[in-house]
């Protein structure tokens, strides 16, 4: 699974921006400013940052559910079209699965209504062979790790535990057969123990079907767990990627540093960043981190040389893979 | 739902009103006659007072009350259940399409809701119903076309709420179009709440049905509470105090419109969680 | 007789149309005065009935049993105004909603001067104010804050209301029941730091729960890990998280991976199956159904807490063979 090959990527975007009229009604929200992402055939993708960071809106761009305002979205380098009959094939190919599995799933529906919705709406093509309905649903149902599955068919969601839900929302978007799977916070509500198994879950699913992710989360032992790349990322832009081990282990952004070092355990002293996370309708000039970088409040920036292109320049948008931080001091030697 | 329904006593007393009238106005055909109704050959002295031949009197035909007040029954109820069915229903797909799509949908239809909304009822219906050619069928549609902004508005909350449900955006990530979302989502959790909208809005159809009959905009054949009434006006019943013909259709009405209300608020606590809290 | 918070023999179960659900079962639990007692546990463990217990704040539903002694003093016995003095002036509590937890409709300010108010009643609207802006700067929020709303906060600076609120009557303990959840991570290590600050401080004792072992370790001093009601598990903090001996308290530590650690890179850990129904507990050990090392003997009866080391408790028969396995 290595991503230094040169497979073709099966979801990618490229200069994409996601804007919205700020709640306030003045100005625009630049939740997603200028992205370029690859997601690789088998390839588990982390990408990380906190909430307001414009992950979540990445992650619907992506599933189809939102329409960009620039840029595009390709699946095996085609561009995805938004008309509804082209869109409606899309999204059967890249599923979302939400954090809350309470909430995504509709109390009054059993478990087999909820898990064969994506069969009735795509219809006969759905089956994909399998005889009925009915099987297909109890396929899905066992290969997210319900079983025997006719046990659960007849059950509402307020009959399951937490992680029973979730694997309801997961085999959900299995019965579809995607290419793709979208997961938003997968495990953010789900109990300690139980996060350990859906996380074991989608390394299986890629393992046994080949099937590819994009993992959105604030928790970095997530991707130390399960993720093969990082994206991180910071006010709509990403702002360091590369594989796991590099960006966890040798971080070159100033933000992915603090992100690693208040983890619990972390072990380094951590550097905990003043303020909230910014507002996406007023973005920095220049460095859109500048006003909470802690090498600029130390001066390493000014000793570096660089505090001036801080100030003035903002990174270019990082390339779609490989091994890059949106940093000015990360580029001096 | 139900088990929760039956504490409540004051909705149950309304319900077992409205079954015992429903039931009189099916079966009045069995024990009421044409003839006992006919202006013509109607059976007793016109403006009778009560007494043990004629329990309620007779009215300005010399017709039993009792028989013209239990026949009433059947106009009245069916103008109120027709026109809650029309005004519920254009509420209903109103109040989803604004609530689902949004935007300039959402706008325009709002708007011109709201211009409903403040439309005087009575003045709109009585233009209607004197436009239309009178008739039962006039009544319904003058009804229907005022009552449904309410619905709208109370349905259009309700769909908005439920379109911010998580299962929601499942079900567009699932490929599901308007049509699905609409149908399999937003509908049935609508529906317990366009139920007691329902019974809510049949109390005010019956009154509105009354006062355009009492105001001759009705069908003048037909025997209704608020056609009864109308008579007694024209008659002078009002001034020589013949409180007989008036007391029972404007009982009736009362009655069956509170009764509708009971149930109406009883369902709204069973089925609104929130409501349910705070007793 | 120093604990400023003793739990002696506390049993809860809350009445229910089929029958009564044990959400407590026999906890025994001591926190020193200027101590940080880290309390561990998912959801339905019983952790949150435990915070509630400790100032009355249970339904009325709820059936407690055993003694609650906040510095000497049972809860249970105490007359109703009695208790209200002694919430807030000398134990108050840190919810996790803050969104929930304050008044939409009122300013943040007001809010905090309540208890000032209401436990001092000698106390002037200036004196109280004075107080709050003291208190909104000891959070991190500038004084000018107190006339904000709710809603007109992040989710962070509301948390940081609700700390300025606990701290209004100059509590002896505090009680914070996942005061992190659902905030971002750096928000989290603000609202952390700022906590551990602030006890340390004015020497307040806390009571910190949550789920994740890691931050307790890293904030409290002794580790309580709990399971199906009862303490599963109970020593100092870095050597619980280090070391657990209990294969619960094991599995709560390894949830969350140590970055850097190769063991856990693409070895997601969990445990299968889901905590036990309250109302329908396995006989013997509770845990013993997702346990990889139950044996015969677990099913038999639920073992009581014993030692398992220099200060150190563990409510397992297998303790040797879990702590071989390393």
């Known amino acids: 699974m290595s991503t230094e090959t040169v497979v073709k990527p099966v979801l990618s975007v490229r200069e994409l921006y996601v804007s919205y009229r700020a709640r306030d009604g003045r100005g625009r929200a630049r939740a997603v400013d200028g992205v370029d992402l690859d997601i690789a055939p088998g390839e588990i993708v982390a990408l990380v940052g906190e909430s307001g960071c414009g992950k979540s809106t990445l992650a619907r761009a992506l599933t189809g559910l939102v329409v960009p305002t620039a840029g595009q979205v390709l699946r095996d380098g085609v561009p995805v079209s938004y008309k509804s009959r082209a869109l409606k094939a899309y999204r059967r190919g890249v599923q979302l699965v939400l954090q809350d599995p309470t909430g995504a799933l509709n109390p009054r529906r059993t478990v087999y209504e909820a898990v064969a919705e994506g069969l009735r709406i795509h219809g006969k093509s759905a089956l994909a062979g399998f005889p009925n309905e009915k099987a297909k649903v109890a396929d899905a149902l066992s290969r997210a790790g319900l079983r025997p599955p006719e046990r659960f068919f007849d059950l509402h969601p307020h009959q399951l535990s937490g992680g029973q839900r979730q694997r309801v929302v997961i085999a959900g978007a299995l019965v579809l057969d995607p290419q793709v799977l979208v997961a938003d916070e997968p495990v953010a509500s789900l109990d300690a123990s139980v996060r350990g198994e859906i996380l074991k879950l989608m390394l299986d699913l890629r393992a046994s079907a080949g099937l590819s992710a994009l993992v959105v989360t604030h928790d970095l032992g997530l991707a130390w767990n399960i993720a093969d790349r990082v994206a991180v990322m910071y006010l709509g832009r990403i702002v360091e990627t590369g594989t796991v081990e590099e960006v966890l282990t040798a971080p070159q952004h100033p933000y992915t540093r603090a992100l690693l070092s208040v983890v619990a355990e972390s072990g380094a002293e951590p550097v905990i960043l003043t303020g909230e996370t910014p507002d996406s309708a007023a973005i920095p000039a220049g460095c859109r981190f500048r006003p909470r970088c802690p090498l600029v409040a130390s001066g390493e920036a000014e000793r570096l040389g660089v505090a001036g292109r801080c100030r003035g320049v903002d990174p270019e948008p990082l390339p779609a893979s490989g091994r890059h931080a949106a940093c000015h001091a990360a580029e001096v030697p | 739902m139900i088990a929760d329904f039956r504490h409540r006593r004051a909705g149950l007393v309304g319900l077992a009103f409205l079954v015992l009238t429903a039931v009189a106005a099916l079966a009045a055909p069995l024990f009421i006659s044409a003839e006992d109704l006919s202006a013509v050959f109607a059976p007793g002295v016109p403006r009778q007072a009560p007494s043990g031949h004629f329990l309620l009197g007779t009215d300005a035909y010399g017709r039993s009350m009792v028989a013209v007040t239990i026949w009433g029954a059947r106009i009245s109820l069916t103008v109120g259940l027709l026109a809650t069915l029309l005004a519920v229903g254009i509420g209903a797909l109103v109040g989803v399409a604004a609530g689902h799509f949004g935007g300039w949908v959402d706008t325009v239809l709002m708007r011109v809701t709201d211009w409903f909304l403040v439309l005087p009822v009575l003045v709109l219906a009585t233009a209607l119903a004197s436009v239309l050619t009178p008739g039962v069928g006039t009544v319904v549609i003058a009804i229907g076309v005022t009552a449904w902004p309410t619905a709208a508005r109370v349905v259009r909350a309700q769909t908005l709420s439920v379109e911010s449900r998580p299962y929601i955006e499942r079900a567009k990530a699932l490929g599901g179009g308007h049509w699905h979302v609409m149908r399999r989502h937003i509908l049935p959790n609508v529906m317990p709440l366009m139920l007691a909208q329902a019974t809510l809005t049949v109390s005010a159809a019956i009154l509105t049905e009354a006062t355009l009959a009492f105001l001759g905009l009705s069908d003048p054949t037909k025997v209704s509470w608020g056609t009864t009434l109308q008579l007694a006006r024209a008659v002078g019943a009002v001034s020589a105090g013949d409180w007989w013909i008036l007391l029972p259709p404007g009982a009736a009405i009362i009655a069956v419109a509170l009764a509708f209300t009971l149930v109406g608020r009883a369902l709204e606590q069973v089925l609104n969680p929130r409501l349910q809290e705070r007793m | ?326």
Not at chain 3, 32 to 43: D, I
Not at chain 3, 220 to 240: F, N, Q, S
């Open chain 3, 1 to 326: 007789m120093n604990d400023v918070l003793r739990l002696e023999n506390l049993y809860v179960s809350y009445k229910t149309a089929a029958g009564p659900v044990p959400t407590v079962r026999g906890v025994n639990l001591a926190l020193p005065a200027g101590g940080r007692l880290g309390l561990a546990g998912e959801s339905g463990c019983g952790k949150s009935t435990l915070a509630g217990a400790v100032l009355r704040l249970l339904p009325k539903s709820a059936d407690v049993s055993g003694r609650i002694l906040l510095d000497g003093e049972d809860v249970q016995t105490m007359t109703w105004g009695r208790l209200r003095a002694v919430r807030w002036a000398e134990a108050s509590i840190v919810f996790q909603g803050a969104m929930h937890s304050l008044n939409p409709v009122r300013r943040v300010g007001d809010q905090i001067a309540e208890p000032i108010l209401v436990h001092d009643r000698g106390v002037s609207r200036t004196a109280a104010d004075r107080r709050v802006a003291t208190l909104l700067d000891q959070v991190g929020l500038v004084a000018a804050r107190a006339a904000a709303y709710p809603h007109e906060l992040s989710g962070g600076q509301r948390q940081r209301v609700m700390i300025a609120m606990a701290l209004a009557c100059s509590p002896q303990l505090i009680v914070a029941d996942e005061p992190t959840t659902a905030l971002d991570v750096m928000i989290q290590a603000q609202i952390l730091r700022l906590i551990g600050e602030l006890v340390a401080e004015h020497g307040i004792s806390l009571l910190m729960i949550s789920h994740d072992l890691a931050v307790l370790a890293e904030h409290c001093d002794r580790l309580a890990v709990m399971y199906a009601g009862r303490i599963a598990e109970e020593g100092p903090a870095g050597e619980v998280f280090a070391d657990a001996r209990h294969p619960y308290g094991r599995a709560l530590a390894e949830a969350f991976p140590r970055i850097g650690d190769a063991a856990s890179r693409r070895g997601p850990r969990g445990l299968p199956g889901d905590p036990p129904d309250p109302a329908h507990l396995p006989e013997g050990c509770a845990f013993a159904p997702r346990c990889t090392f139950a044996a015969e003997e677990c099913r038999a009866a639920e073992p009581a807490l014993a030692a398992a080391g220099e200060g150190r408790t563990a409510a397992c028969v297998r303790v040797d063979v879990v702590r071989e396995a390393g």
